[in-house]
Each structure stands twice: as structure tokens, then as C-alpha cells.
């Protein structure tokens, strides 16, 4: 069974910066897109990034495109994300999700595995 696990959240300042880590399990991802989605409170799931977890194309958000950064680590089965020049309105619980044949990255439904998520608070 996939497993995801995201870890590296925390509280920082206003132009710090955090780097997210998801340890994947469970199968072989090759085919599989990772992606990162962001959810405020009260508010909805949100696309941060995506990756193919094979051939390593990326996508952003418009968002953070300037600021975050996804990669993967294939030999270690990781997925990360490193946020640079963090702002409140980047305060959310970041989930990593993965599924196979992904076309419409940005689509929350388009993701059958989750993580539980990390808290990221940024303050001003």
C-alpha cells in the first residue's frame, strides 16, 4: 500500500525559508506523478507543485513559481519542496499526493494517495 509521509513544516518569519520532505513507500513510482497541494484554513486544497516522478518535468503555480522549488530524490524515494521568501499567505498545511497517469496536474481529485500533512505558519 503507498504510504506518504511529509515532514519539515514549521513556524518561521516572513522571508525564511523551509524545505518540505514526503518519504514515498509502498511501489515503484515510475509512471507516477508527485505533486504538493497547500489547504489554509477555511480554505480549499490548492496546487503548489507537481513533478513525474520518472522523467522529472515540473510544474508550479504561478503563485510560487519564483519561490519553491520541487524535486525528487529516486535513490531515496523522496519528494521535497523548497520554499524560499515565505510570506503569510503561504501559512497552510502542505499535503504530498502521488497517483499514476496524471494529466491535469493541478487537479485535487486527480490524486488517489495523500499524506497527512505538515504545518507550515509564516508570520509577519
Known amino acids: 500500500q503507498v504510504q506518504l509521509v511529509e515532514s519539515g513544516g514549521g513556524s518561521v518569519q516572513t522571508g525564511g525559508s523551509l524545505r518540505l520532505s514526503c518519504a514515498a513507500s509502498?511501489?515503484?513510482?515510475?509512471?507516477?506523478?508527485m505533486a504538493w497541494f497547500r489547504q489554509g484554513l477555511g480554505k480549499e486544497r490548492e496546487f503548489v507543485g507537481s513533478?513525474?516522478?520518472?522523467?522529472?518535468?515540473?510544474y508550479l503555480a504561478d503563485s510560487v513559481r519564483s519561490r519553491f522549488t520541487i524535486s525528487r530524490d529516486k535513490s531515496k524515494n523522496t519528494l521535497d519542496l523548497q520554499m524560499n521568501s515565505l510570506k503569510p499567505e503561504d501559512t497552510a498545511v502542505y499535503y504530498c499526493a502521488a497517483a499514476f497517469g496524471v494529466n491535469l496536474v493541478f487537479r485535487v481529485n486527480e490524486y488517489a494517495y495523500w499524506g497527512q500533512g505538515t504545518q507550515v505558519t509564516v508570520s509577519s
Open positions: 509502498g511501489r515503484t513510482f515510475s509512471g507516477y506523478t
Open positions: 513533478i513525474r516522478w520518472s522523467g522529472g518535468v515540473t
